[in-house]
């Protein structure tokens, strides 16, 4: 009996055929992770380089804002100069002023001539210009200014004093101020000891009190040197004039001065103007008589309107 034959299967020795498709959601993969790390590196360069750039403007803009400060400093430094000189010379300004009222007063008293000494007029200058020179430099000229008031002041006290030793023996020979101190008005509060109008109490009344309109003229009580204008606590706008041989007359609660401090007046010159300022009830004029910083009753010198002093 004969054995069936048997068939071997044989195996195919080609290999598997290579699919591109199944590699390409690796490739994908591959791909998107480079593209990410890369758009991450890009962003992360960005980034850096914006950061620096702002650092840079920072320190630039700090840089701008320090000049700022500085130029402002340096400005406000060349103007604080410029303002104090600016001081001296308005200072120096008003006592070169002050000095040509004295003097112009002194050559009348001397009847000197008034074209030989003339005050109002700076006196003549020149000569040769000298090809040397140069600018005045800021402290040299603050310098200058100092030693230049300082010969102002020192001129100006002898000027005073001897204005006062011609002005003393006039009034010396007056006695005393003399004038009434309003054109038109009556006492309303004599001199010592009443109710004070504000508190009710006994107080020391130190002056006369005139009555009078609003801007009532206020005349000097003699001749004399303004040697105060301005505020004085509860007198408000006061004048203050000497006249010599220690008298001192105060002119109080005035709407308007009329007069500079160093100004010459004469008697019966107008000053200021009637008001209320300082501690009043109403309008009038306060005035008081000082002799060597002790007041005394200005009936005594105010003068009469027959000219006569009053006495009581």
């Not at 993969?29 to 750039?53: I, K, M, P, R």
């Not at 005349?219 to 040697?227: E, F, K, N, P, R």
């Not at 300022?277 to 010198?301: M, Q, Y």
Request: one cysteine or more; aromatic letters at 6%; proline letters at 4%.
């Amino acid at each position: 009996m004969k054995r069936p034959i048997r068939v071997k299967a044989r195996m195919c020795c080609h290999p598997p055929r290579f699919r591109p498709t199944r590699l390409l959601p690796t490739l994908t993969a591959l791909v998107l992770t480079a593209g990410l790390a890369g758009w991450g590196g890009y962003e992360a360069g960005l980034s850096s380089v914006h950061a620096d750039g702002n650092r840079i403007r920072l320190a630039l803009r700090g840089l701008l804002d320090a000049d700022r400060r500085a130029l402002d400093d340096a400005r406000g430094e060349v103007q604080a100069h410029i303002d104090a000189l600016a001081r001296k010379a308005g200072d120096l300004e008003a006592r070169l002023l002050r000095m040509e009222a004295l003097g112009s007063d002194l050559v009348t008293r001397a009847k000197l001539d008034r074209d030989e000494f003339d005050f109002s007029e700076p006196p003549a200058l020149g000569g040769p210009e000298d090809p040397a020179g140069r600018s005045i430099q800021a402290p040299e000229l603050n310098a200058e200014l100092t030693a230049l008031a300082q010969r102002i002041a020192d001129r100006e006290s002898k000027l005073d004093l001897l204005q006062e030793l011609m002005l003393g023996d006039e009034l010396r020979q007056r006695g005393a101020p003399y004038g009434r101190p309003v054109k038109a008005g009556i006492i309303t509060s004599g001199y010592g000891y009443r109710t004070d109008p504000f508190t009710g109490k006994r107080t020391f009344h130190k002056g006369l009190d005139f009555s009078g309109k609003l801007g009532t003229e206020i005349l000097a009580a003699a001749d004399g040197i303004v040697t105060f204008v301005g505020q004085r606590s509860g007198y408000g706008n006061t004048v203050e004039i000497a006249h010599g041989n220690g008298y001192v007359t105060r002119y109080a609660h005035n709407r308007k001065i009329l007069v500079h401090r160093g100004d010459f007046v004469r008697q019966g010159q107008t000053i200021s103007l009637m008001g209320h300022s300082g501690r009043a009830t109403g309008t009038h004029l306060h005035f008081e008589v000082i002799r060597d910083d002790k007041t005394l009753d200005p009936r005594r010198f105010v003068a009469s309107r027959k000219g006569r002093r009053e006495t009581g």
